[in-house]
């Protein structure tokens, strides 16, 4: 009785899925090569979304809290904006309301700083106590930041340096910017 | 026997791969998905902030139904559906809590302490069985915290205080936007607060006001510690008697409910709500979001704050 492979079977086998392995090879890098890259791409992506909507996500729930300096003094301002290292400092809701000491208030400051975009979150009126801190984007190019309530009208500070006191928000927020050179424009606004 | 040997490990190999293949293509795809989502949640809520004038002037322009606020509430979630399919709303009465900002009053250009209200609010610490020994002193510290001035009360703290603890924030010297802030002046231990939390919101009036028809028996310690004089039958007269559409007017309420008028302050009584909570809820792909607004309801400036977490 004849059982098993004849050696011929097994050689036309190994060739027929050595034909098929050289041919998707290909195929299969491509693939694995355009996964990494999407990868990438997503994750770049979603880094430099995750960044945009947080600060989208701040401005939304910003609160007019008139605010203290580091010497505790107060401002009479609510909301400060420059297109120096510290670009925007206003209180905002984002924290939950589940500490016992603290309340659900938060100082939200946003930073450039060697070419990174920090985001840093302290107590409402004690900037002293931080209470996070975290780059959000790396690499950042030619930022420019401009506040105004018309986009015809906008300026690299808010408020003006002659305004002592203010307790509104500006209707939009421009930043602009280069990561990697690509550029990119980004309007905001308080909702308020 | 196995003649089929060549044809059978050709289409396994081909099998195998394209199961790689498959494998591959739903984690990109997966991960975009992800990413969409959060990206189309936060233009969603975009959508529904603009929406918000709509919705507070159709709740202006239908006030009579805020009397009864889920009438209001089934009206503006069958309005909202044709906009927004995957959308509900629930609107929370926040003219029932007790407003912290009343421990003060305007004066000239600053705010003052306000000490008539602060013995209302002492009646809801009572109610609340909150520690006599601290009444007091939380009071001072709330007349400190939210008053212009900068000299503390007899039991009261300023900023020195607060700069003397490393872990504190300084008093607002405004009215509180939040009623977390009661937290700051470090009086309360947790379950204090459990005990009293609920009762307490802060909204940008110094004024009492109570919407007597959201009146019911989560709030009524509320109204009990505004009006000391009336014990609970009185506000079991008010519950039981209220019509389907609310109480009108104070005469209404008097001549309907039959309770004694002098054991009510009249001013404090308003009969639609001032200031609603909306808790918005939706649904994108399976994944729930939501946000909440607090509003006042008057035309032009009505945001309080937003918020995305309770």
């Known amino acids: 009785m004849k059982s098993g492979f004849t050696l011929l079977e097994v050689l036309i086998a190994l060739l027929a899925a050595a034909l098929i392995s050289i041919m998707s090879f290909d195929f299969l890098a491509n693939t694995i090569f355009l996964k990494e890259r999407i990868d990438d791409s997503i994750a770049n992506d979603s880094k430099h979304s995750k960044a945009i909507h947080l600060m989208r996500l701040d401005m939304i729930q910003a609160i007019p809290f008139k605010l203290k300096d580091q010497n505790y003094n107060s401002l009479n301002n609510v909301f400060l904006g420059s297109n120096e290292d510290r670009i925007l400092t206003f209180v905002s809701l984002s924290s939950s309301d589940t500490s016992i000491t603290n309340s659900k208030l938060r100082r939200i400051i946003y930073r450039i700083k ?44 808010y408020p003006g340096l002659n305004i002592a006191e203010n307790k509104s928000f500006p209707q939009f927020v421009v930043l602009n910017y280069e990561i990697n050179e690509r550029k990119f424009s980004q309007i905001m606004g308080f909702f308020r | 026997m196995k003649r089929g040997f060549v044809l ?124 006599k020994n601290i009444h007091t002193e939380l009071i001072s510290r709330i007349y400190d915290s939210l008053d212009d001035d900068s000299l503390p009360e007899t039991y009261g703290a300023e900023d020195l205080f607060y700069i003397s603890n490393d872990n504190l924030s300084l008093n607002p010297d405004q009215l509180y936007f ?24 802060a909204l940008p009036t110094t004024d009492i006001q109570f919407n007597v028809n959201s009146l019911n028996n989560k709030n009524m310690k509320v109204f009990l510690s505004l009006f000391p004089d009336l014990n609970l039958n009185d506000i079991e007269k008010i519950m039981l008697n209220k019509p389907l559409n609310g109480y009108i007017t104070f005469k209404n309420l008097i001549d309907l409910s039959g309770i004694d008028s002098s054991k009510l302050n009249k001013s404090f009584i308003i009969f639609k709500p001032n200031f609603i909570k909306v808790n918005y809820l939706m649904n994108l792909e399976g994944q729930i979001f939501n946000f909440s607004s607090l509003l006042s309801l008057t035309r032009g400036n009505y945001v309080v704050y937003r918020s995305l977490s309770e």
């Open chain 2, 178 to 201: 939040h009623k977390s802030q009661i937290k700051n002046i470090n009086m309360l231990d947790s379950i204090s607060l459990d005990r009293i939390y609920k009762d307490l919101c």
């Open chain 2, 8 to 131: 059978i490990s050709t289409l396994a190999l081909i099998v195998i791969l394209s199961f790689i293949i498959l494998v591959l293509s739903r984690t990109i795809y997966s991960d975009t998905l992800r990413t969409t989502i959060f990206a189309s949640s936060l233009e969603k809520r975009i959508e529904i902030i603009n929406y918000e004038t709509y919705l507070i002037d159709t709740l202006i322009d239908n006030s009579l139904l805020n009397r009864n606020l889920s009438l209001a509430e089934n009206e503006l979630n069958l309005n909202i559906k044709s906009k927004f399919p995957n959308l509900s709303v629930s609107l929370e009465d926040y003219s029932t809590c007790f407003n912290l900002n009343t421990l003060v009053k305007p004066f000239q250009t600053i705010n003052i302490k306000n000490e008539e209200h602060g013995e209302l609010f002492k009646n809801l610490l009572i109610q609340s069985e909150i520690d």
């Open chain 1, 114 to 157: 060697d070419k990174n975009l920090i985001r840093t979150s302290t107590l409402a009126n004690n900037e002293n106590v931080v209470l996070s801190e975290e780059i959000l984007l790396s690499n950042i190019d030619n930022f420019r930041i401009s506040f105004g309530d018309s986009l015809d009208d906008m300026t690299d500070i």
